[in-house]
């Protein structure tokens, strides 16, 4: 029985990067020798072991035989018999296909170091189309490693969209599109992520929502970028850069959607695109069974950004209403993400990444003023609830209407 440290803890310690988590691969056991050992078995589509000490996962090395359609379309053998290098050519990706021995010793059967020095994320081998996840996967890498130059070669690109021409896309089940979106929304550089669906076709099929925006203008006083999919990008580039969240950077990515409805002979203009927009979010938050919190912060961002961006043209009881609406008052913590999530809309727009977003900071001071009104005993003495409620709202007003405003409207 020999054991192998293998798959993204080896590439990320050759990348100089500490693993989030390690697994390993164990050659020439059974089951039954991993249970007299103490680990414990977990899954039922292939032997997986916890360690009795650790809980880190080891996995019986194994090859894999496509019998259907889909990622779940997979007969898995193992064996005592199935090598090292066996298991490693059934992986996705070269630079994921690297093992470290015991002794230090790496088994590079597919030439992932050669890759990880060229920056490059190439697929092991030709049954790299059996498995639709790994188009989202791949994105989801690029998302991660594009900031330290990492491209996908020519040849992946191609099968990838293949993979897409011939279906197999359309057979990933929702939960699992939605996991690797999320999870590509918290790295470093999600437009590339969106770029690459977009160039492999797999965006119209599993997020036809947002290939939608592609090719739709926008006006270019506000928008110097013109198209709504680039606006996108450059709105996931400015996210990720003020957060790492990737339930704001969600609401950032949808915030939009409506545009992509606007009538040709309406364009640039997009009059009513949030109250549209709020649809479609909820039309994709039910199609890939989204977390309400997710789904939650991107209504507020789709319908209501437009008002967030003219915050300093707002009158006093129209930035009230705002807070109502939005529930600020009771969450604040989720009014400030909304406000990340649209200064990430705002900074998005090509020549405007610079340009300072003071509409953020007065709205939290407006929030403030307003959370900070209390009642005392003597005020709500002989008043009905309704007459305390209005007596409370007025005093909140007056306090937002107090506060000095900068000037730097914003469409």
């Given at each position: 029985m020999e054991v192998y440290l293998v798959g993204g803890a080896v590439r990320d310690l050759l990348l100089g990067r500490i693993p989030a988590e390690r697994d390993w691969v164990v050659v020439g056991a059974t089951p039954a020798d991993m249970l007299a050992a103490g680990y414990r078995q977990v899954g039922n589509d292939f032997p997986v072991f916890l360690h009795p000490g650790t809980g880190e996962e080891y996995a019986l090395a194994r090859t894999e035989r496509k019998t259907g359609p889909g990622y779940l379309g997979f007969e898995t053998r193992h064996s005592p018999e199935v090598t090292l290098e066996d298991d490693l050519r059934r992986r996705d990706l070269t630079?994921?296909?690297?093992?470290?021995?015991?002794?230090?010793?790496?088994?590079?059967?597919?030439?992932?170091q050669r890759d990880l020095e060229a920056r490059i994320l190439r697929h092991v081998s030709p049954a790299f189309t059996e498995d639709p996840v790994r188009v989202l996967r791949?994105?989801?890498?690029?998302?991660?490693?594009?900031?330290?130059?990492?491209?996908?070669?020519?040849?992946?690109?191609?099968?990838?969209?293949?993979?897409?021409?011939?279906?197999?896309?359309d057979a990933l089940v929702p939960e699992r599109v939605w996991q690797e979106t999320a999870r590509a929304l918290g790295e470093p550089a999600p437009q590339a992520w969106l770029h690459l669906l977009r160039d492999c076709g797999a965006l119209a099929r599993i997020l036809p929502e947002l290939d939608a925006l592609?090719?739709?203008?926008?006006?270019?006083?506000?928008?110097?970028?013109?198209?709504?999919?680039?606006?996108?990008?450059?709105?996931l580039a400015a996210a990720a850069g003020l957060?790492?969240?990737?339930?704001?950077?969600?609401?950032?990515?949808?915030?939009?959607?409506?545009?992509?409805?606007t009538p040709r002979e309406r364009w640039p203009a997009h009059h009513g695109h949030g109250q549209k927009g709020a649809a479609l979010v909820q039309q994709l938050a039910r199609r890939l069974r989204m977390p309400n919190d997710y789904r939650d912060l991107a209504l507020l961002a789709a319908r209501w950004h437009s008002h967030v961006h003219r915050a300093l043209e707002l009158r006093a009881g129209t930035v009230l209403e705002l807070l109502e609406t939005c529930d600020a008052l009771r969450r604040p913590e989720r009014f400030s993400e909304l406000l990340v999530a649209c200064e990430a809309d705002y900074r998005g727009r090509g020549a405007f990444t610079a340009?300072?977003?003071?509409?953020?900071?007065?709205?939290?001071?407006?929030?403030?003023?307003?959370?900070?009104?209390?009642?005392t005993a003597d005020d709500r003495t002989d008043r009905s609830g309704e007459q305390i409620g209005a007596l409370l709202r007025e005093r909140r007003l007056a306090a937002v209407a107090a506060l000095p405003r900068p000037w730097n409207p914003v469409e």
């Open positions: 630079i994921n296909a690297i093992a470290r021995a015991a002794d230090g010793k790496l088994i590079d059967p597919v030439g992932g791949v994105a989801r890498f690029l998302a991660r490693f594009a900031p330290l130059g990492f491209t996908v070669a020519p040849e992946t690109l191609a099968l990838m969209c293949d993979m897409v021409r011939a279906g197999e896309v592609y090719g739709v203008p926008q006006p270019i006083r506000w928008h110097p970028e013109i198209d709504t999919g680039l606006h996108m990008e450059l709105v957060t790492r969240e990737p339930r704001i950077v969600c609401a950032a990515l949808l915030h939009d959607l409506g545009k992509g409805l340009r300072p977003y003071p509409q953020a900071g007065y709205l939290e001071q407006a929030l403030q003023a307003a959370r900070a009104v209390a009642l």
